[in-house]
């Protein structure tokens, strides 16, 4: 990807109380930018172990020996991918939350540096679409190896395509550009088209994937969102029937204490931090989108148990609800762009951001201006710049919180 020559330094006015949190807030994405740039906006992924071209002939394509390579690579404390052949690659969702936080600093500062950015990354997304499919979508640029299934690189999922749909919708909402539209509009089409809806109860699961069966409440939400914020523009009825039915299905899974797990089977049986903010945040597009405020009392149920059992006092985010490590950047990131989001509900939510952001910015901020991956002590950090995992979410989240300061 070519890069903007011209990156923004200096801060826009603020005034009160918040001009040292603006202040400290836009030089850390300053930061950032600085090192996207410098590095062509090319990162690691947390798990792209499997591109580790010197050691994958060794797992013969054995399921079990293809888990261990890769949760092997994204486990270990120190970045082993120089060594086993894993290179920097662009990353399509990578490019989707960039093309957001670029958008968003484009409406706080005017500078069109960061418009030139976003369209940018909007247009890489239209020209990397994964084909064969009846709608844009989007996947991963190495293999993966689920607990449930093997995923080739390229085929889509319903988590990437519905953030970057969401990017599109951004797009049209900021630039006024109907072409933005029409991508938004074919990678709903794609999750009505490619992907299975199972029905449960009242509601419906949209599946993870487009091969096999994978039922997941974040990948379900997501899709249920897309569809709603999409149904904003449009009006298509079968959009709002489908995701008034996957947000019921994942409504109705609540558990007595207002969490979820990540999934029902027996072995996706955990909450966490970040997978619990998306699972917010789509129950919010589909409020604010649909005016149909009936999952609103779960929603609000959630975001109460998610505040109380996720922050430490000092901002620190936890990364599960029975322990804080390890700290890890995506638990930061979607913290922060989840508790500005819900500032119109929420009155406490941007002081918590703040906290939130500046504990990320002391304790995962390289000084050339990349996020650290994990800290699992004061003393051993993962120090791996993964770029959707990490560069990409914390420039969207500190854009948003920048611009709402």
């Known amino acids: 990807m070519s890069t903007v020559t011209l990156a923004p330094t200096k801060p826009q006015p603020a005034g009160g109380k918040n001009a040292a949190v603006k202040s ?3 030089q850390s994405i300053g930061r950032l ?10 990162g690691y992924d947390t798990f792209d172990g499997l591109n580790a071209r010197f050691v994958r002939p060794f797992t013969f394509e054995n399921n079990f020996l293809r888990t261990v390579l890769q949760q092997g690579v994204r486990r270990f404390p120190l970045n082993l991918r120089p060594l086993l052949g894993v290179r920097k690659r662009h990353s399509t969702k990578g490019m989707g939350f960039l093309a957001r936080g670029f958008m968003r600093l484009h409406a706080a500062t005017g500078q069109k540096a960061w418009a030139d950015k976003a369209e940018y990354c909007l247009q890489w997304l239209i020209e990397n679409q994964s084909p064969g499919y009846r709608g844009a979508c989007w996947g991963n640029h190495f ?9 080739p690189k390229g085929v889509p999922t319903v988590v990437w395509t519905s953030l970057i749909g969401h990017a599109f919708l951004d797009g049209y909402d900021h630039f006024k550009n109907d072409r933005y539209l029409e991508i938004a509009v074919s990678a709903c089409e794609h999750i009505l088209q490619d992907l299975a809806l199972y029905p449960d109860g009242e509601g419906a699961c949209i599946s993870y994937i487009p091969i096999g069966k994978s039922l997941v409440h974040n990948a379900n939400t997501l899709g249920g969102s897309l569809l709603a914020r999409t149904y904003s523009h449009t009006r298509k009825e079968s959009y709002r029937e489908v995701a008034q039915k996957a947000i019921q299905y994942t409504g109705q899974y609540q558990r007595p204490n207002a969490s979820w797990w990540y999934g029902e089977k027996d072995n996706l049986h955990w909450v966490d931090n970040f997978h619990t903010a998306y699972v917010l945040d789509c129950f919010k597009f589909y409020s604010d989108s649909t005016d149909d405020g009936r999952f609103d009392q779960n929603m609000m149920r959630g975001y109460e148990y998610w505040k109380e059992t996720f922050f430490l006092p000092d901002g ?12 890890d950047i995506q638990c930061s990131a979607q913290a922060i762009d989840t508790l500005v989001f819900f500032h119109d509900r929420d009155p406490e939510s941007m002081g918590l951001a703040v ?13 050339s201006g990349y996020f650290y991956y994990r800290r699992y ?18 420039m969207c989240a500190l854009a948003g919180l920048y611009q709402l300061l």
């Open 143 to 151: 293999d993966y190896q689920s607990r449930s299934f093997y995923l």
């Open 355 to 367: 906290k939130v952001a500046q504990w990320t910015i002391e304790h995962m901020q390289d000084r």
């Open 33 to 42: 930018s600085a090192w996207l740039e410098a590095n062509d906006y090319r």
């Open 377 to 394: 002590s004061p003393w051993l950090v993962n120090k791996t710049p993964t770029l959707h995992w990490g560069q990409a979410t914390m």
């Open 24 to 26: 400290e807030i836009f």
């Open 316 to 327: 620190t985010p936890r990364y599960y609800d029975h322990k804080a490590l390890p700290l």
